[in-house]
């Protein structure tokens, strides 16, 4: 019985760790998914994105697909987001994405979904998100989304 429950509570255990941090991706409602495109250099933007203090705290997500080109296993693509109100910046935060792939599975999980921002919107209005590589575009990325959730649950502050 000891071994059962402690089996069970390792289970627990393990569940929570994995999805520490996923708050932006598995918590509130989606908003809206708003497909973009990006430049020759790897940035996304400006994308103008409609956020209200009801809708707080708000996810801005990153979706996005990669081919199974081995030559990009092992790599990533680093990016700064920047979301903006009035010229302000409001929220502002480092990403990567990296290609899942592995010399046995090339393809590896394809499809990717970051959380770039966590927001508190303080007031209703426009707000401008801007996406720039931090180095060069290792990775090609298609059918890449910007996912708004609303009503997040937030996790516990990092110590």
Not at 31 to 59: C, K, R, T, W
Request: aromatic share 6%; charged share 15%.
């Amino acid at each position: 019985m000891t071994g059962i429950l402690n089996t069970s509570v390792g289970w627990a255990v393990l569940v929570a760790f994995v999805l520490a941090g996923c708050e932006g991706v598995t918590t509130g409602e989606r908003d809206f998914l708003i497909p973009v495109e990006a430049s020759e250099d790897g940035s996304i933007g400006p994308v103008l994105i409609q956020l209200s203090p009801d809708m707080s705290p708000v996810a801005i997500n990153f979706k996005a697909q990669h081919g199974d080109d081995p030559n990009e296993i092992g790599k990533w693509n680093a990016y700064q987001a920047s979301l903006s109100r009035n010229g302000s910046v409001v929220a502002s935060g480092m990403f990567n994405i990296n290609h899942t792939g592995t010399i046995d599975s090339p393809m590896g999980a394809t499809y990717v979904t970051q959380t770039m921002l966590r927001v508190i919107s303080p007031e209703t209005g426009e707000y401008e998100l801007r996406i720039t590589p931090a180095k060069p575009v290792e990775v090609t990325l298609t059918h890449t989304e910007i996912e708004v959730r609303r009503n997040i649950q937030m996790g516990p502050a990092n110590p």
